[in-house]
Nanobody
Framework: QEPLVESGGGLVQAGGSLKLSCTAS????????MGWYRKAPGVERELVAL???????NYGDSVKGRFTISRGSAKNTVNLQMNNMNPGDTATYYC?????????WGQGTQVTVSS
């Protein structure tokens, strides 16, 4: 069983919106942190957004004001609503979680924004 299951992603035109979701499997004990990173070819991995058990979410500078992370209705699920997207958002998006000091990564979902 994959520890983190991602859904969403795909192709969208510039200015459009997409939504990603990530659910932690029951093999992961109640994550204290869940969120997303992204990786584009030739670019270092970049923080997108993280949600914590307490406190405010943390966003990468390039997505502030455009992307919103929130808790899903299902247990241990987070959603990433991506609005006003641009070609610079094209990347593989990886769900990330921390549970009991251990890191977990999803397999990644491709997001492509056409100009």
């Amino acid at each position: 069983q994959e520890p983190l299951v991602e859904s969403g992603g795909g192709l969208v035109q510039a200015g459009g919106s997409l939504k990603l979701s990530c659910t932690a499997s029951e093999s992961i004990f109640s994550p204290s942190v869940m969120g997303w990173y992204r990786k584009a070819p030739g670019v270092e991995r970049e923080l997108v957004a993280l949600m914590f058990n307490s406190g405010s979410p943390n966003y990468g500078d390039s997505v502030k004001g455009r992307f919103t992370i929130s808790r899903g209705s299902a247990k241990n699920t987070v959603n990433l609503q991506m609005n006003n997207m641009n070609p610079g958002d094209t990347a593989t998006y990886y769900c990330y979680a921390i549970s009991r000091t251990r890191d977990y990564w999803g397999q990644g979902t491709q997001v492509t924004v056409s100009s």
